[in-house]
C-alpha cells in the first residue's frame, strides 16, 4: 500500500508542472496534441474524545489521477486515456481498509471517414494496484481480489463518432475481450469450491470471449468552474448469455473552490454476470450490480497543454 500511496502523490505532484493553456482559434487548427486532465488528492478525519453520543475516530484518504493526450494529424486521429485511483480508511482500532483501487487505461487509433466518424481499432485494459479483501465479520478478512486478478484486456474494431472534442461514442460488432487471473491461491480456493472466479474456470488463468462492445465518453464544463466527465462502457457476449450486458458507468463531477482547492464527487456502477460477489461468512454469493461513490474536499488541479506542428 505505500508503494501505491507514493506512485500517485508522485503523479499528483508531476502533472501539474505540465499546464499550459493556449486556446486561440489559431494554435487550435493547427494543433497535433491535446494533452490535459484532472488530478486530486482528498483526506478526511473525525476525533472524538468524550463524546456522550458515541462513534469511532476515523481517517482516510483518495488519490486520483484521470489524464488524456489526444493526436490529430491529416485523417488520422489518436485518443488516448489513463484513469488512477486509490484510496484507503481506518476506523477505530480497525486496520487499513482499502476504499478505491483502479488502473485503467484506453488508446483508440482511428481513420477519418468523413462526418465526425471514424473507422476505429481500440484497445483497453483494467486491473487493480493491490490485494483486496471482504470482511465477513470484525476478525475475518478474505482475500477477493490482487492485481491481475482479475485483469481486463479489450482488443475492438469498429465505428468511432466524434462530432467535437467533448463527446465519443465507439460502436464495434468485432470485441474479444480476456479476462485474467494471477493470484494462485485464489484461483486454488476458487477451483476447490468449483466456482469460477471472475469468469475463468476452474483450472484456468485465461478466458476469451467474442462479442459487441461500446464505450461512450462525455467530458464538458457545464458551468463556470463545475467540470463533469462521464464514461459508460456496454460489453454483451455472443456465446455466454448475450442478453446478460457487461456495465461499467462511471461519473465525475469536479466543483472548484480556487486553482487548488475543489470538491470532487465520483461514481461507478457495475454489472458482471461472471463476477462472483461474496455475501458474508458462510453464505452462497452470486452476481449482483455494484456501486461505489466517493466523496471529498481537497487539492486538485485541472491541466490542458496543446503541442503545436
Known amino acids: 500500500m505505500k ?3 507514493f506512485l500517485l502523490l508522485f503523479l499528483l505532484a508531476a502533472f501539474p508542472g505540465l499546464a499550459q493553456n493556449d486556446t486561440t482559434a489559431a494554435v487550435q487548427r493547427d494543433t497535433v496534441w491535446r494533452k490535459g486532465g484532472i488530478t ?12 456522550a453520543a458515541g462513534g469511532d475516530n476515523s481517517m482516510g484518504g483518495n488519490a486520483l489521477v484521470s489524464l488524456y493526450a489526444n493526436m490529430k494529424k491529416g485523417k488520422w486521429a489518436w485518443d488516448n486515456s489513463l484513469d488512477l485511483a486509490f484510496g484507503a480508511a481506518k476506523v477505530g482500532d480497525d486496520d487499513w481498509r482499502k476504499s478505491d483501487d483502479k488502473i485503467d487505461l484506453n488508446t483508440k487509433l482511428g481513420n477519418d471517414l468523413g462526418n465526425h466518424f471514424y473507422a476505429t481499432y481500440l484497445f483497453g485494459f483494467k486491473t487493480q494496484f493491490t490485494e483486496g479483501f471482504d470482511y465477513p465479520n470484525d476478525t475475518t478478512k478474505i482475500r477477493i481480489s490482487n492485481f491481475m486478478t482479475p485483469g481486463y484486456f479489450i482488443n475492438s474494431l469498429g465505428i468511432d463518432w466524434k462530432p467535437n472534442d467533448d463527446l465519443s461514442i465507439f ?7 480476456t479476462t485474467v487471473v494471477t493470484d494462485e491461491t485464489l484461483i486454488r480456493r476458487y477451483e476447490e ?7 475463468v474456470e476452474p483450472g484456468e488463468k485465461v478466458r476469451n470471449e467474442a462479442g459487441a462492445y461500446m464505450l461512450a465518453k462525455y467530458k464538458h464544463e457545464i458551468m463556470l468552474n463545475v467540470l463533469f466527465s462521464t464514461k459508460l462502457e456496454l460489453f454483451s457476449s455472443y456465446t455466454n448469455k448475450p442478453q446478460n450486458v457487461d456495465v461499467n458507468w462511471e461519473v465525475i463531477l469536479a466543483m472548484k473552490v480556487n486553482k487548488y482547492l475543489s470538491v470532487l464527487l465520483t461514481t461507478q456502477l457495475l454489472y458482471d454476470n461472471d463476477v462472483f460477489l461474496p455475501k458474508g461468512e458462510g453464505k452462497n454469493g452470486g452476481p449482483g ?3 461505489k461513490e466517493t466523496f471529498g474536499v481537497g487539492f486538485s488541479y485541472k491541466f490542458e497543454k496543446y503541442g503545436v506542428r
Open 3 to 5: 508503494k501505491v500511496s
Open 40 to 51: 486530486a488528492l482528498s483526506f478526511n478525519q473525525v476525533s472524538l474524545s468524550n463524546w
Open 171 to 177: 460502436l464495434s460488432p468485432i470485441t474479444m475481450k
Open 193 to 199: 469450491a468449483g466456482i469460477s472466479l471472475f469468469g
Open 289 to 291: 450490480t455494484q456501486f
